[in-house]
């Protein structure tokens, strides 16, 4: 048997953070046979410069939907097929047969996604040979019905637990969520970036804020179901709130917006059908990050990693300085309980292969408050190190 080891970039969260650890994909979710995702495949990307891991969806036997941003590198250009292994047929990456790992010929970007904005979030991985999973049916202009608010959304994939773990799991795992209205999803997302309800979609678990997408789960697939039944993919897995919080909603680009370039697609390598031209995503840049931004994301992840240690802490100090064009550093300080919170902080803007736009990194010290009183400095006195 021949496993399939994950890249990197799938576990770029921290080693140690309040709360963090290793665990399974799907922020609570729980584990399936594959018999009820047959059509699921893990994309695994090793370049020289980078390596991660993405979910997809076999919708032609030589073809895989996923999202646009695993098939983009970090300066926005179309990456090498070479580097690509898709693996179907299993939950259980461990358990994978030489037979299930397929090889990629082709990348294709749908047109008009831009890495920017990150709308129009998908691609189709071409295979090198056909495989023997069964294809999902996607959306289309019949199933407008399916993308009203409160629709209930399955998701599935290989993604974290949370923006904190630190490997990836073995097993996929699935959750259950619902969409949230234009409102909703527009209101929520206002803090980080817009929301496009012409070709996006947001799902949350509004009930209880436990269940989300998150690092690793990034194209795989947002299912809804026809009125007979039956599955039909109506979503992209896009990007996550900041950090995996389950109180964002997850992003999806609308499949229905995309299907009818995924049926020319699958015209073309199945029948040979004429192919459609094909479309490059254009050079970018990821956007500037302000300091007032920088300082609104440093105190919600704290309050997130932290809890009612950063949120009843007293005299707290977020101080920043610009390190690159999307990236910012600060320095962060609070008192809690006798006891002194200090480090650094980063914040910044990337890809979401790394669960979403806004990212950050932290080394954060904790001790005694009067060690700090007398020696002056954080660095002197013995404490507890947390970083992400």
Same mark, same amino acid.
């Given at each position: 048997?021949?496993?399939?080891?994950?890249?990197?970039?799938?576990?770029?969260?921290?080693?140690?953070?309040?709360?963090?650890?290793?665990?399974? %994909?799907?922020?609570?979710?729980?584990?399936?046979?594959?018999?009820?995702?047959?059509?699921?495949?893990?994309?695994?990307?090793?370049?020289?410069?980078?390596?991660?891991?993405?979910?997809?969806?076999?919708?032609?036997?030589?073809?895989?939907?996923?999202?646009?941003?695993?098939?983009?590198?970090? %300066?926005?250009?179309?990456? %090498?097929?070479?580097?690509?292994?898709?693996?179907?047929?299993?939950?259980?990456?461990?358990?994978?047969?030489?037979?299930?790992?397929?090889?990629?010929?082709?990348?294709?970007?749908?047109?008009?996604?831009?890495?920017?904005?990150?709308?129009?979030?998908?691609?189709?991985?071409?295979?090198?040979?056909?495989?023997?999973?069964?294809?999902?049916?996607?959306?289309?202009?019949?199933?407008?019905?399916?993308?009203?608010?409160?629709?209930?959304?399955?998701?599935?994939?290989?993604?974290?637990?949370?923006?904190?773990?630190?490997?990836?799991?073995?097993?996929?795992?699935?959750?259950?969520?619902?969409?949230?209205?234009?409102?909703?999803?527009?209101?929520?997302?206002?803090?980080?970036?817009?929301?496009?309800?012409?070709?996006?979609?947001?799902?949350?678990?509004?009930?209880?804020?436990?269940?989300?997408?998150?690092?690793?789960?990034?194209?795989?697939?947002?299912?809804?179901?026809?009125?007979?039944?039956?599955?039909?993919?109506?979503?992209?897995?896009?990007?996550?709130?900041?950090?995996?919080?389950?109180?964002?909603?997850?992003?999806?680009?609308?499949?229905?917006?995309?299907?009818?370039?995924?049926?020319?697609?699958?015209?073309?390598?199945?029948?040979?059908?004429?192919?459609?031209?094909?479309?490059?995503?254009?050079?970018?840049?990821?956007?500037?990050?302000?300091?007032?931004?920088?300082?609104?994301?440093?105190?919600?992840?704290?309050?997130?990693?932290?809890?009612?240690?950063?949120?009843?802490?007293?005299?707290?100090?977020?101080?920043?300085?610009?390190?690159?064009?999307?990236?910012?550093?600060?320095?962060?300080?609070?008192?809690?309980?006798?006891?002194?919170?200090?480090?650094?902080?980063?914040?910044?803007?990337?890809?979401?292969?790394?669960?979403?736009?806004?990212?950050?990194?932290?080394?954060?010290?904790?001790?005694?408050?009067?060690?700090?009183?007398?020696?002056?400095?954080?660095?002197?006195?013995?404490?507890?190190?947390?970083?992400?």
């Amino acid at each position: 048997m021949a496993a399939v080891v994950l890249a990197t970039g799938i576990a770029s969260g921290a080693n140690a953070a309040p709360g963090g650890g290793a665990g399974a %994909s799907v922020v609570k979710g729980t584990t399936a046979p594959i018999a009820e995702f047959p059509w699921l495949a893990l994309i695994e990307y090793e370049g020289k410069v980078e390596g991660f891991g993405c979910t997809g969806t076999v919708v032609a036997p030589r073809l895989v939907l996923t999202a646009g941003h695993c098939a983009v590198s970090e %300066s926005g250009r179309v990456l %090498s097929a070479g580097g690509y292994k898709v693996a179907w047929g299993t939950a259980d990456v461990r358990q994978v047969p030489p037979t299930r790992v397929a090889a990629v010929s082709q990348v294709l970007v749908f047109p008009g996604y831009n890495p920017t904005d990150n709308l129009h979030d998908a691609a189709l991985l071409v295979l090198a040979a056909p495989v023997g999973a069964p294809a999902i049916p996607l959306a289309g202009e019949a199933d407008a019905t399916l993308y009203a608010g409160g629709t209930p959304i399955t998701i599935a994939g290989w993604g974290l637990t949370n923006g904190a773990a630190k490997q990836p799991p073995s097993v996929f795992r699935t959750g259950q969520t619902e969409l949230g209205s234009t409102s909703f999803c527009r209101r929520e997302w206002s803090l980080i970036s817009t929301f496009d309800p012409a070709s996006q979609l947001c799902a949350t678990d509004r009930r209880r804020h436990e269940v989300s997408a998150c690092n690793g789960d990034s194209g795989g697939p947002g299912i809804a179901r026809r009125p007979d039944g039956s599955a039909v993919q109506v979503g992209i897995i896009s990007m996550g709130g900041p950090l995996c919080d389950t109180a964002f909603p997850e992003i999806q680009t609308r499949v229905d917006k995309v299907s009818p370039w995924a049926a020319s697609w699958i015209a073309a390598v199945e029948t040979g059908a004429p192919a459609p031209a094909i479309v490059t995503p254009p050079p970018f840049r990821l956007p500037r990050l302000g300091f007032e931004d920088a300082r609104l994301l440093a105190y919600y992840g704290l309050a997130n990693d932290f809890g009612g240690r950063f949120i009843r802490g007293k005299y707290k100090g977020i101080g920043c300085r610009r390190i690159e064009r999307e990236k910012v550093k600060c320095k962060v300080f609070w008192y809690l309980a006798g006891r002194i919170y200090g480090g650094s902080l980063t914040v910044f803007y990337s890809l979401p292969r790394e669960g979403s736009l806004t990212n950050m990194r932290y080394r954060i010290r904790r001790v005694g408050a009067a060690c700090w009183l007398n020696r002056g400095s954080i660095r002197r006195c013995p404490g507890v190190v947390f970083y992400r």
